[in-house]
C-alpha cells in the first residue's frame, strides 16, 4: 500500500522568505506524484505534478518540486512567497498499477498548513 | 469552460438519515472519483466511476454507494448517517486514458454536518 507523510502540518513563513514544505512517499510500484493547494472554503487546485523524466518540477505561482527517488521524497519550494500563498499544501500520490494509465486512486498526505507572515 | 461543479454545497442532516450529492465533471472527462475530507485531514478516496461502473473503490463501508450517469455526471449516496460522516466531500473529474498525465480537476466540495 502506498503512503504520504508530510512532516509539518504548519510553517509559518515571513512574506518574501523562502520556503520548503516536505512531503515523503512510500510505494512498492512507480508513481506519480503531486502537490495541490487548496484555499479557505474551496476545493483543491493542482500546483505541479511529476510523471517522469527531470526529477525538477515547476508549476503554477512560482512553485517548484523535486523528486528524490533514492529518498521517495518530493519537496515543495518556492524562493519567495507573497500574503496569497496562505493555504493548506497537500502532497498526493498515485500508482501506476493496475491499469498504468495513472488515473488511479490518489492518496494524500495530511496537509501543511502554510501562513505567511506580513 | 465550467469545471467541476457540486451541489449542493452545504447541508445538515441528523443521524440516521439518507444523503445524496451530486457532482458534474469537467467538459471532455469521463471520470469521476468522490473523497472524503474530513476537518484537518487530507482527503481519503472513497471510488471511481468510469463507464457508469464503479471502477475502484477505497476502505469505506457499503454505506457509501454511487452511481453515474450517461452524460457523466455522478451521485454520491450515503445512508444511516453517522455523526462521523461529517466532512467536506469532494468530486474530482479526469480523462481514463490520459495517461495521469493532467491529474484530477476537483470541484469545490459539499459541506455536510450531521447532527
Known amino acids: 500500500a502506498q503512503s504520504v507523510t508530510q512532516l509539518d502540518s504548519q510553517v509559518p513563513v515571513f512574506e518574501e522568505a523562502p520556503v520548503e514544505l516536505r512531503c515523503n512517499y512510500s510505494s512498492s510500484v512507480s508513481v506519480y506524484l503531486f502537490w495541490y493547494v487548496q484555499y479557505p ?3 483543491l487546485q493542482l500546483l505541479l505534478k511529476y510523471l517522469s523524466g527531470s526529477t525538477l518540477v515547476k508549476g503554477i505561482n512560482g512553485f517548484e518540486a523535486e ?9 515543495l519550494r518556492k524562493p519567495s512567497v507573497h500574503i496569497s500563498d496562505t493555504a493548506e499544501y497537500f502532497c498526493a500520490v498515485s500508482d501506476l498499477w493496475p491499469s498504468n494509465f495513472g488515473n488511479e486512486k490518489l492518496t494524500f498526505g495530511t496537509g501543511t498548513r502554510l501562513t505567511i507572515i506580513p | 469552460d465550467a469545471g467541476v461543479t457540486q451541489s449542493p454545497t452545504h447541508l445538515i442532516k441528523t443521524r440516521g438519515q439518507q444523503v445524496t450529492l451530486r457532482c458534474s465533471p469537467k467538459s471532455g472527462h469521463d471520470t469521476v ?16 466511476y468510469y463507464e457508469e461502473e464503479e471502477r475502484q473503490r477505497g476502505n469505506f463501508p457499503d454505506r457509501f454507494s454511487g452511481h453515474q450517469f450517461p452524460n457523466y455526471s455522478s451521485e454520491l449516496n450515503v445512508n444511516a448517517l ?9 468530486c474530482a473529474s479526469s480523462l481514463l486514458t490520459s495517461g495521469g498525465g493532467y491529474g484530477y480537476t476537483f470541484g469545490s466540495g459539499t459541506r455536510l454536518t450531521v447532527v
Open chain 2, 33 to 48: 472519483s468522490w473523497y472524503q475530507q474530513a476537518l484537518g485531514q487530507g482527503p481519503q478516496f472513497i471510488f471511481q
Open chain 1, 41 to 43: 472554503n474551496q476545493g
Open chain 2, 82 to 90: 453517522l455523526l462521523g460522516d461529517s466532512a467536506l466531500y469532494l
Open chain 1, 67 to 75: 523528486f528524490n527517488k533514492s529518498q521517495t521524497s518530493f519537496h
